[in-house]
């Protein structure tokens, strides 16, 4: 069966650090992942997908980036963190295709930049 | 663009209440419907989800019709249990424009009382 990891679970940073959060998946091959963010009290908004190695589509303009150096591998990254980081980010992974794909989510990271 | 409303919360009820969570959306074409539960400290899991106009999707005692006429998409339940106190989240992805993306409600918190 199919399990997603994410780490770290809980994250306390100061305003400017750098971060890299990390995303796993097991159990697929090629799948499509995704890094979403939710904020206190709000739904969730797409920052990044990727379909494959290398490739990286970012959603929304921000102080983020993404990478996928390896097959089952998500990495979301920034050089110098704002205040306004601070959330619940969440990795999924997709199977099935397109329109019929089915996302599963990891178990999130919360990240307080203070 | 697409969206999705959901009925605020948050909703209290009695162990073996009747639930409904409302879901309205406004998409282009015929999107697929989802239903996502976030348990306390947890990501995102998936729920049910219907594909196409008058599906049912189901899970756990949980039920909710695909109604294109009325474009809504509501959860129900016919007896709440205390472990069903979570964050429920509708979303959708239309096969227009990103197929990738769902595009999510902002959650509606439910809280079962014993």
Redesign the interface.
Known sequence: SQTIH?WPATLVQPVGSPLSLECTVEGTSNP?L?WYRQAAG???Q?LF?S?GIGQISS?VPQNLSASRPQDRQFILSSKKLLLSDSGFY?C?W?TGT???????????TRLLVL | GDSVTQMEGPVTLSEEAFLTINCTYTATGYP?L?W?VQYPG?????LL?A?KADDKGSNKGFEATYRKETTSFHLEKGSVQVSDSAVY?CAL???SG?????T????TQLTVLP
């Open positions: 994410q499509n995704y709000r739904g969730l797409l997908y379909v959603e969440l999924a997709g397109g329109f019929f794909e089915t996302q599963y989510f990891g178990p999130g | 697929s989802f996502y947890e990501g995102l899991q998936l989800k594909t989240f992805r239309t096969p990103s197929a990738r993306q769902l999510f409600g902002s959650g």
